[in-house]
């Protein structure tokens, strides 16, 4: 059950993120791995934060193919979700182990305020889908009981089963069959993932699938298709999953070559955030008001004293 009303909000992370999924409107999520990137996304108006696995492998500078455990993925997911106001929906990757570990996450997740995890049908460990390599998929029955386990013992938390049958070769009736299996488990939602160039393939399963769950894409290869394209196919979300973390590998590329080269940060200067802009993201201006604010009232309240 998804709750309509929380403490201090109004209306839950995850009631947000469900209603959101289910509007007629296409949501549109950014991958984020660090609190600035998902300010940044939430400032140019991204709907959702997706705490992205790839991204936060990267930045750790490992692969992603579970080489990190759940408590650094989780601590990265509530740092976001403490961060910014809109919803964050953690990539989990397969549960991070057999149905104990996905019970284990969701509680987890839930308690540190993120709005939903999704979790593929890979076996444990998984491998990014881009990658090429071991992308067999877990037994539909295994997988079916985590995601029955996952709606079971949350509370308060959207939960998404993405199927990788088209990335793992095995076929649109493949991915149709999990996708009903997976909606009558108790999913909230569904995540058809493809690598191709073209967006065919998940505009045939949309167009396949005739089940109630809203359907989200991650538009990565097949990077030439429109919101509008994916909203009036019917999509409910699109999440654009790492192209914040490749636009500052680039950048941060290019100035540093330029630095070493030219023996000067003076030509790069230019082309630099300034620093303020670097303040007002850690919100400096919002804490020395607070600072002012706090120090006078102690004074007054000294002073009454006196
Ligand atoms: C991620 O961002 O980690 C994802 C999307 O799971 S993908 O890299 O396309 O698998
Ligand atoms: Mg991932």
Known sequence: MIHTTSAGTGVSPAARLLALLRAPRLARAMGAHNPLSARLAEEARFDVIWSSGLEI????????????AMPECLDTAA?????????????CDSGFGNVNNVIHMVRAYEARGVAGVCIEDKRFPKLNSFVEGNQDLAPLDDFAGKIRAAADVRRDLVVVARLEALISGLGMDEALRRAEVY???GADALLIHSKRTEPD???AFRAAYDGDLP???VP????SVTADELQERGFAMAIYANQALRSSVRAMRDTLTRIMR?????????DLAPLKEIFDLQRMPQMLEQQSHY???????????R
Request: charge should be negative.
């Open 57 to 68: 492998s990267a930045a750790a500078g490992v692969p992603d193919a579970n080489i990190l």
């Open 79 to 91: 740092s976001l979700a403490a961060r910014v106001d809109v919803p964050v929906l953690a990539d």
């Open 183 to 185: 909606e009558r488990a």
């Open 201 to 203: 393939e998940v505009f």
């Open 215 to 217: 359907v989200i894409i």
């Open 220 to 223: 990565t290869t097949y990077h």
């Open 262 to 270: 030219d023996g000067t940060t003076h030509h790069v200067e230019e």
């Open 295 to 305: 120090e006078a009232l102690g004074r007054d309240l000294a002073e009454a004293t």
